[in-house]
Structure formats: C-alpha cells, structure tokens
C-alpha cells in the first residue's frame, strides 16, 4: 500500500515534528508506518522519506539508495558525488552534525515538490546521531552522497525544505532543468524524500 506523499504548502511540512519515544517508536502502528514508508519511498521513487511527508508530524525518516537508482550515472559522476549504495535503513529522534561548510552543490529534487529541481549546496561530512527503527542508539557518519541525504531528510523533520537552502536562480523544473541545465552543471538531478 503506497501512503499519500504530501507537497508543499501543507503546514506539516513547515512544522518541527515531534521526538518519539521508545514505546511509540516500538509501537505496533509506528513498525507498520515504517514498512508502508519503505513501500512509498521505493514505489516513488525516492532515496528518502520523512514522517511529515506523509502528514505525520515525528521525529522518522527511511532511507535507502539503491544501485538501481545509480545507473543512469557516469562513473565519473558517482565519484563527483562519492554516490554509493546506502542500504535501507530508519533514523529516529536524529541530531546532526555538520562536519565541514556547506560548500558542495549538486541538484537536489524533493518528493513533496513533485516536477522540480535545484542546486543546493550542503555539507560533504556530517555525523548523525540517533535511534534505529530498533530503538537502539546508532552514530552514523557520513559523506558525500549519503551526507547529503541524511541533511534532506533531518531538514524536513525540522520544517526545512530544500527551496530554503537552494541557489534560487537555479530552481527549474526537471523538464527544463534536462533540456538546458543538466550538461552545464556538476550536478545530477536525484529525487529524494
């Protein structure tokens, strides 16, 4: 069953989502809203998916990167970006850190702003701390690709959307965005939660 992705405009998405706890996030009806979020992340698809995209306002995001998704890609362009597969994994509660400026731009796209795209310039190092989908605590540092997400997917839990951090002149929509843009960037368009 594939869950109602909410666009911009919802004030879920604008919102700070709320902290779980332990109970809540071991919860019969919180493990099922994982599975159908793995389901609606997959089926979009998208490399991440945060609660409130969904229209719930807590502290949970799924992320996964397939090498499927990756193989539209150059290997030039997957070490530009230091992209590899990410398996799919849950982040509850997460606190980051960024471990750098954020001083790399690449396109980002967002599954709540279905048909666009933008540069967005973020962090290559964070490290994450948080609960799995266990409830256990887990560290989880990251870079390129991989950091990337995990700062798309945190911004939403904190009422961040990429359009607050993108190089506004940049923002287009993915089909004018592949007809002008794509071969005179460093970036490549990658729809994530």
Known sequence: MRLKIVNVGDPVLRALAEPLTRDQLLSSSVQTMIDLMRET???APGVGLAAPQIGEPMQLAVIED??????S????????RDRKEIPFHVIVNPMLELLGDPT???????????GFSALVPRSKQVRVLCLDHRGESRVIEASGWYARILQHEID??????????????????IEN?????????????????
């Open 104 to 114: 790399e731009v690449f396109t980002e796209g967002c599954l709540s702003l279905p």
């Open 156 to 173: 939403h839990l904190q009422g961040t959307l990429y359009i607050d951090r993108m190089q506004s002149r940049s923002f287009s929509s």
């Open 177 to 193: 965005y592949n007809r002008y843009a794509k071969s005179s960037t460093a970036a490549g368009e990658d729809r994530r939660g």
């Open 73 to 80: 890609l150059s290997k030039s362009d997957l070490k530009e």
């Open 41 to 43: 992340m997959r089926d």
């Open 66 to 71: 397939k090498a499927e998704y990756q193989q």
